[in-house]
């Protein structure tokens, strides 16, 4: 009967050193910095594998619209992890030699590329064929047709899913991590072995991840807004 009120008289006391985390304030400015270059470079790429596979899909013939599927299954159904080591831990067994960096743009453009191959795919089919038509009789090339036509109005209709693609693509930046780049992550975990700060350093990296993806969310949704507005009137 005794231990019943002593489960409940439990007390939970944290030592939070608030100083530390000002005193290393621009190691964790800097792992923001690597954390949102390799996104970024990692959302180009992905998009121009994207546009051009699609495009491709639209137009190529049948073995290589077969190449571009293959491509997108493999790469939608292998987890990031594992492409990142077989480029980082795997290639070196063929004499290439890529830094953690590198390793983590090609994983990601490659994994990126594949789902945004699908989203531009769903944009240019949902073009509406009349759109094509008025071209058709405009006298306007294939290539005329793209660039006025197809491309900016399946832009716009691919808005939602290819936001949604892009923070999902930046948050996977937390991956790289297993290779030593210094991103928040890395960063992060790094601290706590060497100081033993664990609730500074978790309440830093969750303060930073809230800081950088909730602002991103919302900005990228009102420039969806008002470039659908611009674009349908809606």
């Keep these: 009967m005794t231990l019943y009120p002593m489960i409940w008289r439990m007390e939970l006391s944290v030592d939070f050193d608030g100083l ?3 005193q290393h ?3 964790f400015a800097l792992a923001v910095w690597v954390t949102f270059k390799i996104g ?3 959302i180009a790429g992905a998009t121009g594998v994207g546009l051009l596979n699609a495009i491709i899909l639209r137009y190529a013939n049948k073995p290589l619209r077969l190449l571009i599927h293959g491509y997108i299954e493999v790469a939608r159904n292998t987890p990031l992890l594992i492409q990142l080591f077989v480029i980082y831990f795997g290639l070196p067994e063929f004499g290439i030699r890529l830094s953690g960096e590198v390793s983590a743009w090609i994983a990601m453009i490659f994994l990126g590329g594949a789902y945004l191959t699908e989203i531009f795919r769903s944009g240019l089919q949902a073009v509406a064929e009349s759109q094509l038509e008025s071209a058709r009789a405009l006298g306007l090339s294939r290539w005329q047709q793209l ?3 197809l491309i900016p109005q399946a832009w716009s209709i691919s808005l ?3 936001f949604a693609s892009y923070i999902f693509l930046l948050k996977e930046t937390t991956v790289v991590s297993a290779v030593a780049v210094p991103e928040i992550l890395y960063a ?7 100081y033993y700060k ?3 350093m978790l309440a830093l990296m969750t ?6 993806f909730v602002p991103l969310s919302l900005a990228l949704h009102r420039l969806e807004k008002r470039v659908q507005h611009a674009q349908f009137g809606y």
Excluded: S
């Design 160 to 162: 939602p899913a290819l």
């Design 20 to 22: 530390f985390i000002l």
């Design 40 to 42: 970024l470079v990692a």
């Design 207 to 212: 303060l930073l991840y809230v800081a950088i």
């Design 198 to 200: 664990t609730y500074e």
């Design 188 to 194: 992060t975990t790094n601290y706590i072995a060497l």
């Design 25 to 27: 304030w621009q190691e």
């Design 147 to 149: 660039r006025y036509v």
